[in-house]
């Protein structure tokens, strides 16, 4: 079996580093603070969360711990939906005393035909329903004496329900100071940003931000020289230039590693050769994802994303002319880019989140290569 898994979460003893940010938010939880950990997608949250679960369970077995995932959620019944089936997947001593909870909580049906139709208002059976779900952690706190710790994940799609429902989370969750804490995380920087640093948004200011950077290269040759060495292979030479395009980023090391584990031979080593076979299978398994990442971008994003790309900076006015920008419009389409979660800021220089798509700007956005 391939050892480097890249399409899902990983189980808490695979993670490559994250002690540092295990061990903050778990401080957190347990000392009873709420925390956001906001990151670029497939940079390892709900890995992470999982993690943080399992030590959770380790050091504390006073805690319950709940995750929820609100991807793709469009009205205020899912997310409903979603807490529910996050309580109904809970073990232990719990279970039965929780169905008969969520049973009384179950949806109300109006009759067919009655033409009645429920308004999108948290006023609603619906609204009503949502609160008591969310404050399931009061009620299993007094129940058996443990604290929640509820894990929100995708949280910033609270906001893509009509009416928004982070009002109501609020007014419960900060309820909760003795009975749960909370980790929120969230894949899109803009909208988390709207969430919690925005005076206008109920979760202004509520939340200890915590940061996932992109993993250091010692570690990744590490993790990846272990795997390699434990079913009998060497990444040998391929390990530097995968290290170097891979720069750091989680999800796109272990997917290099994995088709180059893949086209290396047990008991054989890697080379050049086999590196170069790997990165174009990488290649041609996301350039559908870079083709569409690039069109969904509007004229002005594309050439600050290829100025960067380029190795040009934005805070010079020659690569900006050269790129036909001006300085105004760099910096907006930037911030676009940066809210987006397409580029971050790493020590005050922007810089491409995805190294496939920056080497594929790069390289000119032809064939896959
Ligand atoms: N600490 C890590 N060590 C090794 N690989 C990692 C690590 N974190 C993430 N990955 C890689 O990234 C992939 C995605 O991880 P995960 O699903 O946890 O990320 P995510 O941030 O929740 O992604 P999404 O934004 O898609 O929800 C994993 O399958 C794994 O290949
Ligand atoms: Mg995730």
Same mark, same amino acid.
């Given at each position: ?157 609270? &906001?893509?329900?009509?009416? $928004? !429902?982070? @009002? #109501? ?5 900060? %309820?909760?100071?003795?009975? +749960?804490? /909370? ?76 088709? &180059?584990?893949?086209?290396? $031979? !047990?008991? @054989? #080593? ?5 590196? %170069?076979?790997?990165?174009? +299978?990488? /290649? ?86």
């Amino acid at each position: 079996m391939n050892p480097f898994v890249y399409s899902r979460p990983l189980s808490p003893k695979a993670l490559v580093d994250r002690e540092g940010e295990t061990g903050t938010l778990l401080d957190l939880a347990l000392g009873g603070h709420n925390s956001r950990l906001s990151a670029p997608r497939r940079y390892g949250k709900t890995s992470l969360i999982g993690k943080v679960f399992a030590d959770a369970d380790d050091r504390d077995r006073l805690t319950t711990v709940v995750y929820v995932n609100f991807a793709g959620v469009l009205s205020v019944d899912d997310v409903a939906r979603r807490i529910e089936r996050a309580y109904r997947d809970l073990r232990g001593p719990l279970r039965g005393w929780l169905e008969g909870a969520l049973r009384t909580l179950r949806p109300t049906v109006a009759p067919p035909g009655t033409g009645l139709s429920v308004a999108p208002s948290l006023e609603s059976a619906s609204g009503e329903r949502l609160l008591a779900l969310l404050d399931l952690p009061r009620r299993v706190h007094e129940r058996s004496g443990r604290r929640c710790l509820v894990a929100y994940d995708e949280f910033q799609e609270v &906001l893509a329900t009509s009416p $928004p !429902v982070d @009002g #109501a989370m609020r007014s419960v969750i900060e %309820q909760h100071g003795e009975h +749960a804490s /909370y980790v929120f995380a969230g894949s899109h920087p803009g909208m988390m940003r709207t969430l919690f640093s925005d005076r206008q948004r109920p979760f202004y200011g509520q939340a200890r931000p915590v940061e996932l950077l992109p993993l250091r290269a010692s570690d990744l040759a590490e993790d990846i020289s272990e795997q390699f060495s434990r079913t009998d292979r060497e990444p040998a030479e391929a390990l530097g230039p995968l290290l170097d395009i891979a720069a750091g980023h989680p999800q796109r090391a272990m997917l290099l590693a994995h088709h &180059l584990w893949e086209r290396t $031979p !047990v008991g @054989g #080593a890697a080379d050049e050769g086999t590196f %170069q076979m790997a990165l174009e +299978a990488v /290649y041609a398994e996301v350039a559908d994802l870079l083709t569409q990442t690039w069109a969904a971008l509007d004229p002005s994003e594309r050439r600050v994303l290829a100025l960067v790309a380029y190795g040009g900076r934005i805070t010079s006015q020659r690569d900006r002319e050269s790129a036909d920008l001006a300085r105004s419009t760099a910096r907006d389409a930037l911030g676009r880019l940066v809210a987006e979660g397409h580029m971050q800021e790493i020590d005050g220089d922007p810089v491409i989140v995805d190294p496939l798509l920056a080497r594929w700007v790069a390289g000119g956005r032809q064939a896959a290569l």
